[in-house]
């Protein structure tokens, strides 16, 4: 059973800098496809990054530029580097690895 667990999230001043960890267990997958999104209170679910089989990574609008995503297939770790935070980037944060999902980890802008 696939198993993903955030860690990370907090409180950061706009401009600030946080970064993101989510760690894949149980996965018997040869390749990997992850990413991150995010859903802001009342709002629906966003995708913020994706990486797919290939490795080709993919931005959301919102975040590109700011945000890197990178990841780690040996450790099976994917990470997040947010950059340059506005108080729009308030969100819980999820990983997703081939459809699991994990937890949540929550980041708030705030000055």
């Known amino acids: 059973q696939v198993q993903l667990v955030e860690s990370g999230g907090g409180l950061v001043p706009p401009g600030g800098s946080l970064g993101l960890s989510c760690v894949v267990s149980?996965?018997?997958?040869?390749?990997?496809?992850w990413g991150w999104y995010r859903q802001a209170p009342g709002k629906q679910r966003e995708m913020v990054s994706i990486?797919?089989?290939?490795?080709?990574?993919k931005y959301g609008d919102s975040v590109r530029g700011r945000f890197t995503v990178s990841s780690d297939a040996a450790k099976k770790i994917l990470y997040l580097q947010m950059n340059n935070l506005k108080p729009e980037d308030t969100a819980v944060y999820y990983c997703?690895?081939?459809?699991?999902w994990g937890q949540g980890t929550q980041v708030t802008v705030s000055s």
């Open positions: 149980g996965s018997e997958f040869t390749r990997d496809v």
């Open positions: 990486i797919n089989s290939r490795g080709d990574i």
């Open positions: 997703n690895y081939w459809g699991n």
